[in-house]
């Protein structure tokens, strides 16, 4: 297996497309949701806390899989950089945003959390069907 993985250099990014679909999808729908439940404000939160969720996800995904590549040994220090640098880049971002008042702060946070969910869920179903299949080729399918 891990001959297989050395030879294809994709791996590490590889569900990237499949993430970044199922969150377009989403903020599409968190945008609909927001225009009905609080108008264009909310919409345009809803739709910017997905966006916010991907950009951080993305980021980590690109950088972790270069430092992977690079040496492994470089995947905790720049996770744990990544991870500090991101939450306190956000918290200080939704801090600006609540001291103007704007009406789609609430809908910003709920798209965020959405984004969270999806993304999150969408990689287990990644990981446990798509590449579960790639890694083991032999294995019968799963299901019932």
């Known amino acids: 297996m891990a001959e297989a993985v050395v030879a294809d250099r994709r791996w590490r990014l590889r569900h990237l497309p499949v993430l970044l679909a199922a969150s377009g999808l989403l903020a599409a729908v968190a945008a609909l949701a927001g225009a009905v439940a609080g108008g264009a404000a909310a919409a345009l939160g809803a739709a910017i806390g997905v966006a916010v ?15 992977d590549r690079v040496n492994p040994q470089l995947v905790l220090p720049f996770g744990l950089g990544l991870y500090a640098a991101k939450f ?16 789609g ?10 984004g969270v969910v999806v ?25 019932g």
Not at 88 to 103: E, I, K, P
Not at 105 to 114: D, K, Q, R, T, V
């Open 53 to 67: 969720t991907v950009a951080s996800y993305t980021l980590t995904t690109v950088v972790l899989a270069w430092a």
């Open 88 to 103: 306190t880049l956000v918290g200080v971002v939704l801090v600006g945003v609540a001291a103007t008042g704007w009406a």
């Open 119 to 143: 993304w999150t869920g969408v990689h287990i179903w990644w990981l446990t069907t798509v590449h579960a299949r790639r890694s083991h080729p032999t294995a019968p399918p799963s299901g």
């Open 105 to 114: 702060l609430i809908p910003l946070c709920f798209g965020i959390a959405a």
